[in-house]
């Protein structure tokens, strides 16, 4: 599983918080790790410098292999709570996706990508 950061001018911590992201990420998508082929977070700052409440967003992309692209966002007031909002939203989202696109006899389903 490949996973990159990218962050916009306004969010500091440069090589130290996308160590700490892409830790994070795989950590918490481990359970993941043969369905998804990549994931991609976006962080960035809503009000661009100014302070301000929930202001610090995080867009995460997962993309499991022969499927859609599944996709959670999340706000916080400090990067590393956006951070694990999105993570948490996005575990849920690609355990119903996974779940749905098998049958209780972990045969593949009709609802399969094509």
């Known amino acids: 599983m490949q996973i990159q950061v990218h962050t916009n001018d306004n969010i500091q911590g440069g090589e130290s918080l996308i160590r700490w992201a892409q830790d994070e990420a795989a950590a918490k998508l481990a359970r993941f790790r043969e369905h998804v082929t990549r994931v991609e977070l976006f962080l960035s700052d809503v009000d661009a410098g100014k302070s301000g409440v929930d202001d610090k967003r995080c ?12 996709a959670a966002t999340a706000e916080a007031a400090k990067v590393a709570d956006a951070v694990a909002a999105a993570l948490d939203k996005l575990v849920r989202s690609l355990g119903d996706d ?5 049958d209780r006899q972990g045969r593949e389903s009709i609802r399969t990508a094509e």
């Open 59 to 70: 867009v995460i992309e997962a993309r499991p292999a022969g499927r859609q692209p599944v």
């Open 98 to 102: 996974i779940t749905r696109a098998k």
